[in-house]
């Protein structure tokens, strides 16, 4: 059997904007922080532009994508302004996620299903400028088929309920996730699909999704940004790829 490719770490520097919106200023620079994290090995940066700037500015993601040598995944909603941002900036790929102005964080996945009709011109827009499309989904099988349907290149599947479940100590609930999940990154990759997770994930977290083997790439913000204040940015990213790598050769060997 031919070994797989490393799983690519992407590292999400939203929080980093956060931080530094806490106090109006320059500091810390996301930009910063990815030229900090390409240099320690991540495979890409991420970058989320809500409609209401709350952390990553319009400036920030011409920084990243002006000076990071890296693939620039571009976090947005799907309105007509962000679509314009997208094809003036021209990233590696956008990942369409849903936006609720309340929420703390992306709370749900994208539902892909039931907006087919707004997303098909967007989508169609993107993918003709040459830029890659990744949908938000929760492992749900009709929206795993939607996002084929809509011609999707990839879909980032949402492991944000597996992993409250998992820090609320609901063992039968994570359970049930970690399965939904396993299903759903096989039912992705047998359509075709490029299969990427992320949020919530920690050390642990990214370990066992890695078992999967069809994960390509996981996305991961605001754990390693939160530990880089113990361990530094640099320690964090190389102590980040070794949980993936040793979960990846786990489910390997398992396989
Ligand atoms: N992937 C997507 C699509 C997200 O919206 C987020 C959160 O911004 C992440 C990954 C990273 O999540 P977290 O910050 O919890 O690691």
Redo the contacts with the bound molecule.
Sequence with gaps: MTARAPIRLGL?V??VATVRNARGGAHPDPVRAALLAAAAGVDGI?A?LREDRRHIRDADIAGIKAQVALPLNF?MAATDEMVAIALATHPHAC?L?PERREER??EGGLDAAGQAADLMPKIKQLKAAGIKVSL?IAADPAQIAAAKALGADIV?LHT?AWCEALAEGDKTGADGEFERLRLGARQAASLGLEVHA????DFDTAAQIAHFPEIAEL??????IGEAIFDGLDGVVLQMREAISRGQAMGERAA
């Design positions: 999400n939203d929080h991420t989320h976090e990942c996620v964080t992306t938000f980032e944000g992320g949020h919530g994930l996305n991961i913000g605001h754990f390693m």
